[in-house]
Structure formats: C-alpha cells, structure tokens
C-alpha cells in the first residue's frame, strides 16, 4: 500500500511516522508513506496557497490550483483506489470503513486547512470525505495521522500476532474485553482466577461476556440492530 498525505505543514508529520509500528511497517515494505507540501505547488513565487472567499466571511480557503496541481502529479505516477478529504462533515470514521480501506491499494490523504478547501477541489477530485469525530482542529493533519494508523496495522505483516487486530474494540460492535499481565496480584488486587486457569474455550466465553457488558455499560449504542 501507499499513502500519500497532501498537507501545508509538512513537518506536523514527521514524527507520528517515524516510531513504533508505524515505523516498522514502512521498514518491512508493508506500507509507503510520502507528506506532500502544496507550497511546492504554488503557481506563484510567494508560494501562496490560500486566498479570501468570495462573498466574504472570516478565514482563509485553500487555493484550488496548487491542490490539482499535486494530486494531478501524483495521478500521472500512478493510479489511486481513493483520494480522501479529512473534513468535519465528512462520513464519521468507523472500524468497518478502515476495514475497507486497509484493502486498497493505493490512496491519497487531503489535509484541510483554514476554512478548507475551495469546494471545487471536492467536486473534481475527491472520491471519500472522512470525519474523525464531531469537534474541529486546526487542519486535517492529525486525521490524517489517525486514519493511517488505523488503516496500517491492519495490513497483513504489520502486526507480529496478525489475530490482534481482529480482536480489538469495535470489530465486532463489542468493546474489547479487560486484558491483564504480570504481576498476577498487586496491592490486593488480583488477576481473574479464570485468565490464569489455562482453560481456553473457557477463557474466550469469559472475554466474550465482558465485551458484552462492558459494552452495554459504555456503549449501548453498539448492541442496537
């Protein structure tokens, strides 16, 4: 997989992908990771990326022209599965669409700036605009970041045991249940006698019925048909 991130400040990005499984993932081959700077695409010599709205109105908009510029570069390297928009009023992020995503092949990540981008860029280029929750950041770029990681340790090879990302919250509309490691007691409290009797089929039944509660307690929202 590649991912390409079209931002105007490159350097936010820097070192989300540099550590840990990120990190790895690039190392082992599994994913490609390339942060585009639209500035390198101005059409003028200030570098300028953004201008007034027409109409009026507060904030700056991202120009139109450095935007296809970039993304018309890249297309002419290489096909793309998606070109994503990360925008407050885009669809919510969910697991099952970063399941579908992990399945592409080759993506284009647009990191909203300022009051956005001029709506044309999302009339002619974009094919998926993503929102990571109902509250606004200054730019697109830590959704960016949040959508990779969760698209990349997916990929297969990513992660050492591939089950583990089958078994967190949300794959299943469960929470994940409690997890516990060593030591097995500290300051009087005890690991459950359950998760260290060996018992597997007993241990998986045991899990199961706490993502069951612990969803209901905190996510009800999830156990609706």
């Not at 935007?67 to 070109?83: F, G, N, T, V």
């Not at 297969?156 to 089958?166: F, H, K, R, Y």
Request: aromatic residues 8%.
């Amino acid at each position: 997989m590649r991912i390409d991130i079209i931002t105007c400040v490159p350097n936010l990005l820097d070192s989300f992908f540099a550590h840990s499984i990120l990190k790895r993932a690039q190392q082992g081959g599994f994913v490609e990771v390339m942060v585009h700077d639209i500035r390198d695409y101005s059409v003028n010599k200030h570098r300028t990326i953004d201008d007034y709205a027409f109409g009026g109105g507060a904030g700056m908009v991202l120009q139109i022209e450095p935007i296809a510029k970039c993304i018309r570069s890249l297309q002419q390297e290489r096909d793309y599965d998606e070109i994503i928009y990360l925008t407050p009023d885009g669809e919510l992020m969910q697991q099952h669409m970063v399941n579908q995503l992990s399945l592409k092949g080759n993506i284009i990540m647009l990191c909203g700036h300022y009051k956005g981008v001029d709506q044309r860029v999302r009339d002619m280029f974009v094919t998926k605009e993503v929102s990571i929750g109902d509250y606004v950041l200054s730019g697109g770029e830590l959704a960016a970041a949040v959508l990779s990681d969760a698209i990349i340790r997916l990929l297969p090879g990513v992660l050492n045991d591939e089950t583990s990302a089958l078994t967190d919250s949300f794959q299943d509309n469960l929470l994940a249940p409690p997890v516990y490691t060593r030591p097995a007691e500290f300051e009087g409290h005890k690991v459950p006698d359950i998760l260290m009797s060996g018992h597997e089929a007993k241990i998986e039944e045991w899990r199961y019925e706490q993502s069951i509660q612990r969803t209901r307690e905190r996510r009800p929202d999830l156990l609706k048909p």
